[in-house]
C-alpha cells in the first residue's frame, strides 16, 4: 500500500476509509514529442538571427534591434506559457488504485479537470496494451 503525505489534502474525494494501494502517472516518454516540440520552438530565433544577421545588415541598427528583442521577449513568453500548460496536462493525470474504486483524474489544460471512477466490483477485464517502438523500449503502454 502507498502511503502519502496529506493524502485528505490532495484527493478529498476518497472515502474517510478509503486507502490507496496503486498511483500512477504517466510515462515520460509520453511528454518526449511535446519536448522536443518546445526546443524546436526555443531554437527557431537562433537561426533566423544566424540567418538574417550575416546577410541582413541592418538588423543591427540600434532602432530595430529594440524591436527584435521586444518580439522575441513576446515569442519566449508564449513559449514558457505552452510549456506550462502541456507539463500541467502532462503531470496531473493521475491514476489511482484504491480498496474500493479505480480513479482516472485527465487534467485538461490549466483550470479543467474531469474524473472518472469506477467500483472495483464492476471491473470485469483489464488489459495492457504495448504498441510501436518506443513503447518496447521504455517498457510503457496503454491500460485499458
Same mark, same amino acid.
Given at each position: 500500500?502507498?502511503?502519502?503525505?496529506?493524502?485528505?489534502?490532495?484527493?478529498?474525494?476518497?472515502?474517510?476509509?478509503?486507502?490507496?494501494?496503486?498511483?500512477?502517472?504517466?510515462?515520460?516518454?509520453?511528454?518526449?514529442?511535446?519536448?522536443?516540440?518546445?526546443?524546436?520552438?526555443?531554437?527557431?530565433?537562433?537561426?533566423?538571427?544566424?540567418?538574417?544577421?550575416?546577410? =541582413?545588415?541592418?538588423?543591427? &541598427? *540600434?532602432?530595430?534591434?529594440?524591436?527584435? %528583442? !521586444?518580439? @522575441?521577449?513576446?515569442? +519566449?513568453?508564449?513559449?514558457?506559457?505552452?510549456?506550462?500548460?502541456?507539463?500541467?496536462?502532462?503531470?496531473?493525470?493521475?491514476?489511482?488504485?484504491?480498496?474500493?474504486?479505480?480513479?482516472?483524474?485527465?487534467?485538461?489544460?490549466?483550470?479543467?479537470?474531469?474524473?472518472?471512477?469506477?467500483? =472495483?466490483?464492476?471491473?470485469? &477485464? *483489464?488489459?495492457?496494451?504495448?504498441?510501436? %517502438? !518506443?513503447? @518496447?523500449?521504455?517498457? +510503457?503502454?496503454?491500460?485499458?
Amino acid at each position: 500500500m502507498i502511503q502519502f503525505p496529506h493524502t485528505r489534502k490532495f484527493f478529498p474525494e476518497l472515502h474517510s476509509d478509503e486507502q490507496i494501494h496503486v498511483s500512477i502517472r504517466r510515462h515520460w516518454a509520453s511528454f518526449l514529442g511535446d519536448l522536443i516540440l518546445i526546443v524546436a520552438l526555443i531554437l527557431i530565433p537562433f537561426l533566423i538571427l544566424i540567418i538574417f544577421g550575416f546577410t =541582413l545588415p541592418a538588423i543591427s &541598427n *540600434v532602432s530595430f534591434r529594440g524591436f527584435i %528583442i !521586444l518580439a @522575441t521577449s513576446i515569442y +519566449y513568453l508564449f513559449i514558457t506559457l505552452y510549456s506550462f500548460i502541456r507539463w500541467i496536462d502532462y503531470y496531473f493525470d493521475l491514476l489511482l488504485v484504491t480498496d474500493q474504486r479505480v480513479i482516472l483524474i485527465l487534467q485538461q489544460g490549466i483550470f479543467s479537470r474531469q474524473m472518472s471512477e469506477l467500483p =472495483l466490483n464492476q471491473v470485469q &477485464n *483489464v488489459r495492457g496494451v504495448v504498441s510501436g %517502438i !518506443l513503447q @518496447t523500449i521504455y517498457k +510503457y503502454g496503454k491500460v485499458d
